[in-house]
């Protein structure tokens, strides 16, 4: 069974910055590519960052150049560098792993960005 836990959420001024963490039980860490999503109110979940086993990356346009995600295989803990952060940023960022087929979700963390 694979447990996925988010941490790192909170208030932040836009411009400013935070990092999320999400650690992960259950699974061969290092063979799995890790994900990250996020859901504002209202809407629907949507795909912000991968990085593959190999490291390789990939973000959605809206965070593109501002968000950098990583992923440290010794602590089983993938992360998520978030800089100039915007209003249209908040919501709820969900860790995701793939395994056996089956996407397991953590709980969430909440991310507001407000002035």
């Known amino acids: 069974q694979v447990q996925l836990v988010e941490s790192g959420g909170g208030l932040v001024h836009p411009g400013g910055s935070l990092r999320l963490s999400c650690e992960a039980s259950g699974s061969i860490f290092s063979l799995y590519a890790l994900n990250w999503y996020r859901q504002a109110p209202g809407s629907q979940r949507e795909f912000v960052a991968t990085?593959?086993?190999?490291?390789?990356?990939n973000y959605a346009d809206a965070v593109k150049g501002r968000f950098t995600i990583s992923r440290d295989n010794a602590k089983n803990t993938v992360y998520l560098q978030m800089s100039s952060l915007k209003p249209e940023d908040t919501a709820v960022y969900y860790c995701?792993?793939?395994?056996?087929?089956?996407?397991?979700w953590g709980q969430g963390t909440q991310v507001t960005v407000s002035s």
């Open positions: 995701n792993q793939y395994f056996k087929g089956i996407p397991y």
């Open positions: 990085i593959s086993t190999q490291y390789n990356t």
